[in-house]
């Protein structure tokens, strides 16, 4: 969506704008990340600062759909995010391509580390079973795993000895 900042201003120095757009997939780091299927909401305030300069203040709403980070779950993860910006006339052409900064707000804000929840276990390396829907074997209190079993009894056959 493109907005035409002349005819924005055409009547008023300050505009406040509300709209809906379709969600998509962007781009992130190599590989295309989509969106939820919700329209992504802008809640933009322009104010005509003079002939030259926009400030823009303005809120993204919107979700992606992610995968866990440690166990591969699909995550729908919320994002609200605020922004300002200063639009230059000339430069910009006078015209403002939402979608386009919406991409670059977006990107900026992509999340560094997706969990489907703070304490998730993950999948175990040894079995590959999602820890969080069943408990394995490999690793419970007791259990030893083979490379150190020869050092365990050392340990305690020595400690027998005190
Ligand atoms: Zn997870
Ligand atoms: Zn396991």
Redesign the pocket.
């Given at each position: 969506m493109k907005i035409n900042l002349d005819e924005l201003f055409y009547e008023q120095d300050d505009v406040r704008l509300v709209e809906e757009l379709p969600a998509r997939g962007i781009e992130v780091s190599g590989s295309l990340v989509e969106m939820t299927a919700e329209p992504v909401k802008a809640e933009l305030d322009f104010h005509k600062t003079n002939e030259q300069e926009v400030f823009l203040r303005g809120q993204f709403h919107f979700g992606w759909q992610l995968i866990?980070d440690?166990?591969m779950?699909n995550v729908s993860k919320p994002m609200d995010l605020s922004f300002t910006r200063d639009i230059l006339l000339e430069e910009d052409g006078h015209i403002l391509d939402l979608d386009e900064l919406i991409r670059e707000e977006a990107i900026l804000n992509f999340p560094t580390k997706v969990?489907?929840?703070e304490e998730?276990l993950?999948i175990c390396p040894d079995c590959g079973k999602n820890k969080?829907d069943e408990a394995c074997e490999c690793h419970q209190a007791g259990a030893v795993d083979i490379r150190f079993a020869g050092l365990k009894e050392l340990f305690e056959n020595n400690f027998k000895e005190v």
């Open positions: 866990c440690r166990c779950a969990l489907c929840k998730c993950g969080n």
